[in-house]
């Protein structure tokens, strides 16, 4: 039963474009919400994350968008630089707890 | 900004020892850090939550005779792979929160890759 969705496993963007990496979620007592990236061989780096008050919330070049009707995020990355490309995870958990249920992760390639 | 160190970031054992993983926080205190495993191509799996100075809370179909989580001080959890099985094999990764708020990000290690031959 996965939790947490990423359809999408890779994406390939044109360096100075934007770059949507979406995650879909089924429970609805998730509240709180995550975007890592990982380079191979690491562990996952902390982007950006949005409370379920919020649905919306912007740092720098990322953007968050939280629909909770859809029970949908998106990650926006504008504009897509080169060292933008890893792997992207999207992680929900429900507040007070640290249990972070993560998606299976989507490539992001920026193309120079 | 805060550091999660782990150690060590690549482990080669033969069929049948036990391998240690250490899990550090560099500049913060951590009354709780977590251990994530994660297989190729998949996503990170919670495996336990390390709590200082008392016993681990291991997830659901995550032996803890195999897994042995001490978490003896403020900065140190370590993961112990008892007899370890070429099954074992998989990317072990420790986190932790930095803040005192209910929803501070976890910061994570660098993992580590353990191939059990």
């Known amino acids: 039963d996965q939790q947490v969705k990423q359809n999408s496993p890779s994406l390939s963007v044109q360096e100075g474009r934007i770059s949507i990496l979406n995650c879909d979620y089924t429970?609805?007592?998730?509240?709180?919400f995550l975007w890592y990236k990982k380079y191979p061989a690491e562990g996952p780096t902390f982007l950006i994350s949005?409370?379920?008050?919020?649905d919306k919330n912007e740092d720098g070049r990322f953007t968050v968008f939280l629909n909770k009707s859809a029970k949908h995020l998106s990650l926006h990355i504008v504009p897509s630089q080169p060292g933008d490309s890893a792997v992207y995870f999207c992680?929900?958990?429900?507040?007070?707890?640290?249990?972070?249920?993560f998606g299976t992760g989507t490539r992001l390639k920026v193309l120079a | 900004g805060a550091v999660v160190s782990q150690h060590p970031s690549r482990v080669i054992c033969k069929s049948g020892t036990s391998v240690k993983i250490e899990c550090r926080s560099l500049?913060?205190?951590?009354?709780?850090m977590f251990w994530y495993r994660q297989f190729p191509k998949q996503s990170l799996m919670l495996m336990a939550t390390?709590?200082?100075?008392?016993?681990?809370?291991?997830e659901q179909g995550v032996e803890k005779d195999k897994f042995l989580i001490n978490h003896a001080s403020l900065t140190l959890s370590t993961l112990t792979v008892t007899s370890a099985h070429p099954e074992d094999s998989s990317f072990y990764i420790c986190?932790?929160?930095?803040?005192?708020?209910?929803?501070?990000?976890?910061?994570f290690g660098n993992g580590t890759r353990l191939t059990v031959t």
């Open positions: 992680a929900a958990s429900t507040t007070g707890t640290y249990k972070y249920i």
């Open positions: 949005i409370s379920s008050i919020k």
């Open positions: 986190s932790a929160s930095v803040g005192q708020a209910i929803n501070s990000p976890l910061h």
């Open positions: 390390s709590n200082e100075g008392s016993k681990a809370t291991y």
């Open positions: 429970n609805s007592m998730f509240d709180y």
């Open positions: 500049d913060f205190q951590a009354t709780t």
